[in-house]
């Protein structure tokens, strides 16, 4: 029956891409990934959506708290609900600045503002670059999931059919079909959230929960924990929109109104994450011995679910993934084709963008086989890279004068830092490295803007 059911979701959603693209036949470039900036803001909310409460909701987030205790959670919902308000804001001017230069991609708003071709190509590479760990925390999650839903296949098959899937769903009709396949992937995660938490409570009972799990992992918090939770919800939310996913789905929008109005409803998505707490405590106090964190919340699923249930949950878990799979595929591959290689004709670059997209699911699987981790890591490793884009873009967004030169070398400064102070692991008493790193990419922009104004300035 689970997997019946199961399967049965997988076919609707690969009916939702077919009905997507109809009446959209010979998609030009613009319709393939944004949609020709038609969406109004049920698609976009769905969309958005979609790429935000991923595999990592289902998976990351319980296996975190499992890990680590209940203290991992504050960070994790807290730069979620930071970045909404930023969104409400800043979201309306990338999709001004997306339309002034008519940009496909997040390099292509940098491409308009500067006019350099070198910052063009470290936006392009370093996406792509940092954008690798997120595909692989969508292939960890669910190989994590299916595994953790008793099937016992080896992981590379899980993992081809998974970037299968994931193609398929793109080469139907690109951004549409994400869009109308967000929809059922929203239902069925909730749904499957909500009923897991509600089993929880229903069977073993909320306080005896909490009561049997605060026994084993602490509530509290020490200064150092405090510090990293803090600075972390701050260098992620300001990283949050700054994904090339994510400016990309605003350029779906009709208007600008539109992304307002989809902002305003998005915390109501956070009503779930109590019920994947009491998920993850549970599996603290049943004392389960997991092959790995990420099955934290699974490992609830498959002991008081029903089977029809749990086709449900393993649907709504596969299409977290899959969805955001196919979001990141339709950012890299016009990033290659436009960016990085610009001379390609516009007529060849949908084509070449598909090409593009193979390469990386491969090398995404590649990832997942040889170098497994858990799942909050892999969050964090992307967000040191795409969050030291934000001083470029702001500049972009309040069209300021800042030389090209300046922002580039603002990132690749936060860039290296980041990965080196991540592979040195230096004590900084618990902030963020990433944080750290961003204001060592402010520093070195402001110098090299400003230095030549003040040598100017020098008496002779």
């Known amino acids: 029956m689970t997997t019946a059911v199961f399967l049965g979701f997988i076919v609707f959603s690969l009916y939702l891409a077919v009905r997507s693209g109809k009446g959209h036949g010979g998609q030009s470039m613009h319709d393939f990934f944004v949609a020709s900036r038609q969406f109004g803001a049920y698609l976009v909310f769905f969309l958005t959506a979609g790429e935000i409460y991923s595999i990592g909701t289902m998976v990351g987030f319980p296996g975190g708290i499992y890990a680590k205790g209940p203290t991992y959670g504050v960070w994790f919902l807290g730069y979620i609900l930071l970045a909404y308000p930023l969104g409400y804001f800043l979201g309306p001017k990338i999709w001004k600045a997306g339309a002034r230069y008519n940009a496909i991609t997040l390099p292509d708003l940098f491409k308009g503002h500067y006019g350099s071709r070198a910052l063009e190509l470290i936006v392009a590479g370093s996406s792509i670059l940092f954008l690798l760990p997120w595909g692989q925390l969508q292939f960890t999650g669910l190989v994590a999931a299916l595994k953790g839903l008793g099937w016992e296949f080896q992981p590379l098959y899980l993992v081809l059919i998974s970037a299968g899937l994931a193609f398929t769903y793109i080469a139907i009709s690109g951004v549409r079909a994400s869009a109308y396949i967000a929809i059922l992937k929203d239902i069925l995660m909730v749904v499957a959230i909500v009923a897991t938490g509600v089993a929880v409570g229903w069977q073993a009972g909320v306080g005896d929960v909490f009561q049997a799990a605060s026994a084993q992992v602490s509530n509290h918090m020490n200064d150092t924990q405090l510090r990293f939770s803090m600075s972390t919800i701050l260098f992620q939310a300001l990283g949050f929109y700054m994904m090339p996913f994510a400016a990309q789905n605003f350029f779906t929008a009709r208007s600008a109104n539109t992304i307002r109005r989809t902002q305003v409803a998005m915390p109501l998505y956070m009503l779930m994450y109590p019920f994947l707490v009491l998920a993850s405590y549970y599996a603290i106090s049943q004392n389960l011995q997991l092959a790995s964190p990420n099955e934290a919340f699974f490992a609830a699923a498959v002991r008081l679910l029903p089977g029809w249930l749990l086709g449900l949950v393993a649907a709504g878990a596969a299409l977290s993934g899959l969805l955001v799979l196919a979001g990141i595929c339709l950012a890299i591959g016009p990033i290659v084709t436009r960016n990085l290689l610009p001379g390609m004709p516009e007529q060849r670059q949908k084509h070449g963008a598909k090409i593009v997209i193979v390469i990386y699911l491969l090398l ?31 500049v972009i967004l309040f069209s300021l004068k800042v030389r090209p030169l300046a922002i580039a070398l603002g990132i690749l400064s936060g860039q290296v830092l980041a990965i080196g102070l991540y592979i040195l692991q230096p004590d900084f008493g618990g902030i963020n490295l990433g944080l750290i790193s961003l204001a060592v990419n402010l520093l070195v922009t402001a110098a090299v803007n400003y230095a030549p104004r003040l040598a100017r300035v020098q008496p002779a």
């Not at 997942?368 to 795409?386: A, D, E, F, R, S």
């Open 364 to 394: 995404s699987i590649v990832m997942t086989l040889l170098t497994p981790n858990l799942m909050l890591t892999l969050i964090n490793t992307t967000y040191y890279g795409v969050t030291q884009f934000f001083p470029g873009v702001m």
